[in-house]
């Protein structure tokens, strides 16, 4: 993921997940307020209709104990009660009852659909307010058993004489002596009852509230006007807990398939159970409609700080990926002119300055490493032209200094030849030193051609056994007869790596002089010895020769250098010269260590690593 | 004209004086006969293919052995040699290349055209005279050139 990606995530992140998790505590804070409200609000409505319910059950129970004491209602109860039916006076008291006291109570100015009153002993409906129902008998409704010793409310049960659902309240007609005189009995109109439960307090559209008996049968309707009542069952979990005899709040389905929320409430002296439901999708329509909003909310912000995050995080990553791009093409093409110019007072635009003059900083010293690159191209030129310079100097060196030094031992010979006979002694003497000075300029341009050769030639190093290589130009160097002369000592000198024919040539050198130096000893003693180091061995030469003193060492490997005059000891004074250049062109080093008439050590080293 | 077909040495050689001890030399090896000397690189080309002034001889005569010096003044010995060798005519012509110095860088390329022999001039007269004597004996006597 790139930086831009992860600036942007991380704004989204701080931005939105402290709103969301408010959001979700919010909403979780408040369905759970919305619940404990909607709770309290249903059971206090349950406990409302409830006490509606007794309150309009006391109220009839009122009107019907009223009704019962009236004088008249007693003396026309026992009239009717005591008399035949036959006689006059019982249809005036029916007539009476029926028109001044039971019919007023009947609805729509009372609150009952019938009054009557029953015959104490037979249970016969000797008056009432609906003339159908006189003659009928109650002798056997509990109603008519309780009323004749106390006011008493049968519950709502299912009436087979009357095809319909009701509801009784009776008390005794008792004379001034307490006497038994008749029962009255009033039928309660249920639908007064259902329309008090379902009167809602207005606070919801889907509240309601109904009472459910025993047999899970509708009392009341459940919402006004739809004909449950008593007709069909209902066994919800909220009305199974009412039946079951206890008081409580449930999250359930409704008869409907509906979720709820449900108070219920048992009405053990009616054997009923009161419920009073809310639909959870209203309870919580505030919560959800919140839920909804916060959402909205949560979701602009995320886009307005994913948009805001993304426009910050391209403040940062362009300059970033303009210093990218420059570096990029610094390093493809090395054009460290490219600057990467920022405006910016941040620390990414210090950044980028800090590397336009850094690669500024670099060109001037590239700029510097190119001309020393071409300083090093055109000196090497120069060398090179030099080398060959000297190589063609070499060569006429060797071609026509050896033509006239031919010519002058060529001619000498001649005369020595062909003019014999006029030459004395000291003229034959001249002509042989003539020859002399022609062969010894021969051999000084050998050796000089042999040590400028030095300097050019390639080096072929291989595997080199010291040992064995300065005991065989040893023998070379000497005949059996000196040989008797010197005690030549080789310590196992261990191997090297090198130029054969070179080092070969320094042995030849170093053993040379020292078989010359000594010559002059009896008894020539001549150590070749060697000795490992760190990174190099050293390799030496010790004589008992006539030595030298020591503060002309320096001069011993200059060329031409000689310490010694050419009549006591031969030689052009290149040997060592070669010997020192031999040496440095392998890495090593050369020296001497000696005093006069007491003999000369030299030294040599080569490194462990080989030629470089 | 009978001298000039019947060439056995053909001295190519700037410098006179190494031309005298040549030719001293083969004389005292009694090998000096019929030897021809040539100053510069295009004498030898026109002796050689009989050119210029050397015209009226017959290159069907050619020299039993060329002693060949790199040096040369107008057309140098490599050149000289190349011509030899190149041409069928001429081809089978023995070419000693005869130098002053060991340090010619031409050796490699004087033997990579066909030179026959290379050979550093002593400084030393007798070991020159030796030298020169050695070799006119073995291409004059010994070498068996084809027929």
Known sequence: ?612 | MDDMHAVDVLLVEDNQQDAELTIRSLKKHKLANNVSVVEDGAEALDFIFCKGKYSERDIKHPPKVIFLDLKLPLVNGLEVLRAIKQDTRTKSVPVVVVTSSREDPDVKAAYELGANSYVVKPVDFESFTEAIGNLGLYWLLINQPPK
């Open chain 1, 1 to 612: 993921m790139n930086l831009r990606s992860r600036i942007t995530l991380l704004f989204v992140l701080l931005a939105i997940v402290p709103v969301v998790v408010m959001s979700i505590l919010a909403y979780y804070t408040g369905r759970q307020a919305v619940e404990q409200v909607e709770i309290n609000h249903l059971v206090s409505t349950n406990l409302m209709k409830s006490s509606e319910l007794t309150r309009w059950i006391e109220s009839n129970q009122q009107r019907i104990e009223e009704l019962a004491q009236r004088p008249l209602m007693v003396q026309y109860s026992a009239t009717m009660a005591t008399y035949d039916p036959a006689d006059p006076a019982y249809d005036l008291a029916r007539l009476s009852l029926e028109e001044d006291h039971l019919r007023p109570r009947v609805k729509p100015a009372g609150g009952f659909i019938e009054v009557s009153v029953i015959s104490p002993d037979k249970g016969i409906i000797l008056a009432s307010s609906d003339d159908m129902q006189e003659g009928k008998y109650y002798a056997n409704q509990r109603f008519f058993a309780e009323g004749k010793t106390h006011t008493y409310t049968q519950g709502v049960f299912y009436s087979l004489p009357l095809q319909q659902t009701t509801m009784m309240i009776s008390t005794p007609i008792s004379d001034r002596n307490k006497n038994l005189v008749s029962v009255l009995a009033g039928r309660l109109d249920l639908r007064d009852l259902s329309s008090i439960m379902s009167a809602q307090s207005g606070l919801s559209q889907s509240e309601k509230t109904y009472l459910v008996n025993k047999s899970n049968f509708f009392v009341t309707e459940p919402l006004s006007g739809e004909g449950y009542a008593l007709k069909k069952t209902v066994r919800t979990e909220g009305v199974k807990a009412g039946l079951s005899g206890s008081d409580g709040v449930g999250f359930y389905e409704d008869y409907r398939n509906i979720p709820v929320i449900g108070s219920y409430k048992w009405l053990p002296e009616y054997n009923m159970c009161l419920i009073t439901e809310v639909d959870q999708a209203e309870a919580y329509a505030p919560v959800n409609a919140m839920a909804v909003t916060m959402l909205t909310i949560v979701s602009l912000l995320t886009l307005i700080v994913v948009v805001a995050g993304f426009f910050l995080a391209r403040t940062i990553t362009q300059p970033l990926a303009r210093l990218v791009a420059g570096a990029a093409e610094i390093g493809r093409s090395g054009h460290l002119d490219r600057k990467i110019g920022t405006e910016g007072r941040d620390e990414i635009g210090e950044l980028s300055r800090a590397f336009d003059r850094m690669a500024t900083e670099l060109k001037v010293t590239t700029v510097s490493i190119d001309e020393l690159e071409q300083r090093i191209h055109e000196r090497t030129a120069q060398l090179e032209a030099a080398n060959r310079e000297l190589e063609a100097f070499t060569y006429s060196v060797s071609h026509d200094l050896r033509a006239p030094l031919r010519a002058i031992d060529g001619y000498t010979r001649i005369l020595l030849d062909d003019y014999q006979p006029l030459l004395d002694e000291e003229g034959k003497r001249i002509c042989s030193v003539i020859s002399e000075g022609a062969h010894k300029m021969s051999d000084l341009i050998d050796d000089l051609l042999t040590f400028s050769r030095l300097g050019r030639s390639t080096l072929n190093p291989s595997n080199i056994d010291m040992d064995a290589l300065a005991k065989s130009v040893f023998q070379e160097l000497t005949t059996a007869q000196s040989r008797k002369r010197i005690d030549f000592q080789v310590d196992s000198a261990p191997p090297a790596v090198g130029d054969p024919a070179l080092l070969r040539q320094v042995w030849v050198n170093l053993l040379s002089n020292s078989i010359k130096f000594s010559q002059r000893k009896k008894r020539a003693v001549i150590k070749v010895h060697s000795e490992e180091m760190e990174n190099e061995t050293v390799y030496s030469v010790q004589d008992n020769g006539v030595g030298f003193d020591m503060q002309y060492a320096d001069k011993l490997f200059g060329v031409f250098q000689r310490l010694h005059n050419v009549r006591e000891f031969e030689g052009n004074g290149v040997g060592l010269a070669l010997v020192q250049r031999v040496i440095h062109r392998h890495g090593g080093r050369v020296w001497a260590d000696g005093e006069t008439g007491k003999g000369a050590t030299f030294y040599f080293t080569l490194p462990h690593q080989g030629v470089i």
